[in-house]
């Protein structure tokens, strides 16, 4: 299955969960590894999405809406449980929470794209959460090539 | 909270004739702020300081508004004056530098340092951590953006010659960029001024002014559209598949089970 970064998926909390009876734990996220690398493995990794706006602040951005492209063919019916089946809305991306996801838990079709203003702005948020650390400096050994 | 958002006046709020046509003139957008520090003969001192007292003027008209409505509808007024004083300033910089573009890189470096101090030591205490935090990383932003600028005025950049197709849109990416990276310096510089002159900001002009901030996430994504379009990528290497094994498969699950235990908010 070809993930592309910027994509964004229904991932399911559980294994099997197709009647999206964890509903509660599951969320769309976007995937943020590297196309090339998401087809080696049977893993990628994502960054969750909220709508609760509050959430924001640190490294959180805001994505609004019109920077996502939903994807036409993501149903808009409900879940085979009848539970509500959620559509993309300006979120937030809790990119402190990044984490591989097995490519199993994601639910064909996607649900949309970012724009690449959107991409950019979780670039950002994505560099300084890694960014090397300003204020202390550190260690630092001698030369070797870290392979 | 960093917002990505795309919100900038409209491209005809900038008078055509200010609009950056090649990438030498996308300088003026990557912005010296008041507090660089040229050594300049005091009558050029002077005539830096006078240029700085117009956008100062520029500036308070703005911020002495009540309401995020009169803010912005002053501020877009007030646009094409301050982008006119922007490129001024450029121009002159750059005439006083020799068009030393190393000397011009440490000036902006040194402003950007100089911000980021002023946030850190007088921000919160001014403004709140909130619009504090947005314009921290606005800052931090704008070093980034500068960076890809920079990459642009390599020679490579500014010697390619595009196809007619990539200078159309090279033209649109300059204009955007132009809006984009000025609406947020203008926004900036609101903060900055009331930190000097010790000015309050209204409660009801903060979320305008972040709003305004926020546009320099889109100057970074617009310079990452030029950088593309004038500087070939990188053949993009090819990775061999590793082998899948039982760590893998250990690590994958437990990262799964994680997700299974998490408490975040429901989307």
Known sequence: ?147 | MNDVQLLTPTQRSIDPDLLPRSIAELRPYVGVADKEDVDLSSQLNELLKQLSQITESLILATIEKRTASDFTSTAIKLFNSYVRALRVKSDFLHVILKNDLQATAQIVNRSLNALEFDFKDYGAKQFGPALTEQAEFTIWTRRKTVALVWKLFDSQAINHTPSPEALKLGKKLYAEFALAAAWSQFHLDCLTTAMRLKRAIYPDVVPAIVEGLRTEVNAYAITKQMIDLYLPPAAEEVLVPYAWDEEDEELLASSMQDMESEELEEY
């Open chain 1, 1 to 147: 299955m070809l993930i592309l970064q910027g994509e964004i998926y229904w991932v399911r909390a559980k294994d099997l969960d197709i009647q999206g009876s964890e509903q509660k734990k599951n969320r769309p996220y976007v995937i943020v590894s590297r196309s090339s690398i998401n087809v080696l493995g049977r893993n990628v990794v994502g960054v969750p999405l909220t709508s609760v706006l509050t959430a924001g602040g640190g490294y959180r951005v805001q994505i609004p809406l019109p920077l996502m492209v939903p994807n036409p063919v993501w149903p808009t019916t409900t879940w085979p449980n009848g539970s509500v089946r959620r559509q993309l809305e300006t979120s937030i991306a809790l990119v402190d929470h990044i984490r591989v996801l097995d490519i199993n838990r994601l639910t064909i079709p996607k649900m949309g794209d970012l724009s690449s203003t959107a991409v950019a702005g979780l670039e950002l948020a994505l560099q300084r959460l890694f960014e090397s650390p300003q204020n202390r400096p550190l260690p630092v050994t001698p030369t070797k090539t870290v392979q």
